[in-house]
């Protein structure tokens, strides 16, 4: 992985080398869904799985996964996590109070949606405007979230989406 990467400029003119840390390389290899560079990143150390892209940011990594709807990056920041850490880390909010699910919601990723389902993230949890991930979709009309989200609620297997649908009937 390089450390370096080229300075915007015009045609034909010099670009020079600036230095990107770790943390840059970490967001810019999440957010291209460059799997291998994040292997590669946590590989060399200095790095970690919940490092934001600028001090005082919240947005980190898993954000940045769920926007994208990126299960396998999921899974390899998920193999960074200790165990113990896991819920802290599927349930981390953006300054805005987004989780990773509220992002699937907006972005309409049902796959990802289900996958931290599954994985244990908190349904509950509210954003900004006091909104779960599911009222954000239905306001997104992210009708393949919803539909997720509907299955799972039905299936029993999760307490907190089954009080939230009981609460919507």
């Not at 200095?46 to 005082?56: F, R």
């Not at 991930?133 to 997104?140: F, I, P």
């Not at 029993?156 to 009937?169: A, H, N, S, V």
Request: with cysteine; aromatic share 8%.
């Amino acid at each position: 992985i390089r450390n370096f990467g080229e300075a915007a400029g015009t045609a034909g003119e010099h670009r020079a080398l600036v230095y990107k840390p770790p943390t840059h390389q970490l967001h810019e290899a999440v957010e291209a869904g460059n799997g291998n560079a994040v292997k590669e990143l946590f590989h060399q150390g200095g790095i970690h799985y919940n490092m934001p892209l600028k001090p005082g940011s919240l947005v980190l990594p898993v954000h940045r996964a769920a926007r994208r709807g990126d299960v396998q990056m999921l899974q390899l920041l998920l193999n960074e996590v200790p165990v113990r850490a896991r819920s802290d880390f599927l349930n981390t909010q953006t300054d805005y109070g987004y989780t990773a699910l509220h992002w699937c919601a907006v972005f309409d990723s049902p796959t990802m949606t289900r996958e931290l389902i599954i994985q244990g993230c908190d349904t509950s949890i509210l954003n900004y405007r006091g909104k779960t991930a599911w009222d954000v979709a239905e306001a997104a009309q992210a009708k393949k979230v919803l539909n997720t989200i509907m299955e799972l609620a039905h299936s029993g297997k999760y307490p907190l989406l089954r009080e939230e649908q009981e609460r919507r009937m």
